[in-house]
C-alpha cells in the first residue's frame, strides 16, 4: 500500500459488499459500479454539510489502484475539502478488505463536486458551518 490505512474506528461514509452482479464479462467488479458508491458516499457527506440536497456536477481525479473482486469489503471514506458559495467538494477514498484479511488496500480515489440545490431545483448558498454541541 502506498498509502497509510485509514483509521477504521471512525467508520467509512459507505460499505458494502462487492457481489456477481457488479461484475464486468471477466469477472472484475465494473469501474461504473465502484464509481457510483463514491458518489453516493460523498453524496451523503456533501448533504449533511450543505444542510439539505446536492447534486452532483463534476468529478475530478479519479484514478484506480487495482482492481476489486467479487466479495470484497468496500468502504469510501470521505472528506470535505472545499466548500464555495453553491458548491462542495468532497474527496472520497476507497478501500477494499478481501475475505477475512484484517488489512485493508486502497483501490482508488476521486475528487467529487457537488452543488447545493434548493427547492426551485436551482442552486443555493451552502450555509456556514456551524459545529454543533
Partial sequence: MSEQEPDFSHGPALRTIAMPAD??????IFGGWLLSQMDVAGG??????AGGRVATVGIEA?????PVLIG???SC???VIRVGRTSLSIKVDTWIR???ARTAAKVTEGVFT???IGEDRRPRPVPP?????
Fill in 23 to 28: 461484475t464486468n464479462p471477466n469477472g472484475d
Fill in 44 to 49: 451523503m457527506v456533501a448533504a449533511r454539510r
Fill in 62 to 66: 479519479m484514478k484506480f489502484h487495482q
Fill in 72 to 74: 470484497d469489503e468496500v
Fill in 77 to 79: 471514506y470521505c472528506a
Fill in 98 to 100: 478481501r475475505g477475512l
Fill in 114 to 116: 457537488y452543488v447545493a
Fill in 129 to 133: 458551518d456551524v459545529l454543533s454541541v
